[in-house]
């Protein structure tokens, strides 16, 4: 957690703009590291603290407005995509979308909802290049996969890969990342994570497809059509996969990214994101 703690001494010093609103702040630095420490256990991941959880990790980044600012997804949500139900009475079930339009996936499980500040600190990251806000975000993923999956149960973790010509102009693949840090994370909460279970070599992005911003669900599954393919299938095969991205918004690039792993040969994928939309 020394990162948190250099990372507020320097802001103390030169106050930063809050990541999602753009004001100065000041952040506040008692009981971060201890609040941190206190919710993220072995035994106690989360329980129901979400959204204190992300309000601790983001207080290096926001000012006390926006990190307060995060809906977590939580039940009722859909068993197979995830999306969280605008109704709080139900229990969780497979939605109308995923009856209608059968998934290639296993499941897909998401930490917020896509919008107030979890939003806007995705946006800084991938298109501002706040790279800084990868390590606390890739944190709060990291949690939000140990409450759904057992570690043992995935073989492979591989990011969503960018075509060569966006890598170039971005400089990184956020969903890569989110979870390059994933196997220390893991050593310091006691489970067992290795450094070859995340792979960015099996999947690559051979099409340079248009933005998925503004398209429908139709055009969005045909513009991501065939634009993945596997650089070495012999790395998938019989494979438990965990799919990883930043935003899940109707999930037409993952279920492309997973209906080319299972042709391949993977035994499984399940999908994880750090942010889920919700549907209309």
């Not at 499941?107 to 600190?121: C, D, I, T, W």
Request: aromatic fraction near 8%.
């Amino acid at each position: 957690m020394l990162y948190y703690l250099g990372k507020a001494i320097i802001n103390a010093v030169f106050p930063p703009k809050c990541s999602a609103c753009g004001i100065l702040f000041k952040p506040d630095r008692h009981g971060i590291i201890k609040g941190i420490n206190n919710i993220i256990t072995r035994d106690s991941i989360f329980s129901g603290e979400e959204q204190l959880f992300f309000k601790f990790l983001m207080a290096p980044f926001l000012c006390s407005t926006c990190s307060h600012d995060f809906l977590p997804v939580e039940s009722p949500i859909c068993s197979k995509c995830g999306i969280m139900f605008t109704s709080r009475e139900a229990d969780d079930h497979i939605c109308g979308e995923c009856i209608d339009f059968p998934k290639n996936y296993g499941k897909a499980r998401s930490s917020g909802v896509y919008n107030r500040a979890l939003m806007q600190v995705i946006h800084a990251l991938k298109y501002k290049g706040l790279i800084e806000l990868a390590p606390p975000l890739g944190l709060l993923l990291f949690c939000t996969f140990i409450n759904h999956w057992d570690p043992q149960e995935i073989d492979l973790i591989i990011p969503v890969p960018l075509h060569i010509k966006r890598f170039r102009k971005r400089g990184f693949n956020q969903a890569f990342l989110l979870i390059r840090k994933w196997p220390m994370i893991a050593k310091n909460m006691g489970f067992m994570l290795l450094d070859r279970q995340i792979n960015r070599d099996a999947l690559v992005k051979n099409k340079n497809t248009r933005q998925q911003t503004g398209l429908d669900r139709a055009d969005r599954k045909k513009n991501v059509k065939n634009a993945f393919s596997l650089h070495r299938s012999e790395l998938i095969k019989e494979k438990r996969i965990l799919l990883v991205d930043d935003v899940y918004t109707t999930g037409a690039t993952m279920d492309e990214c997973a209906r080319i792993l299972m042709r391949g040969g993977a035994r499984n994928v399940d999908l994880l994101t750090l942010a889920h939309t919700m549907r209309p």
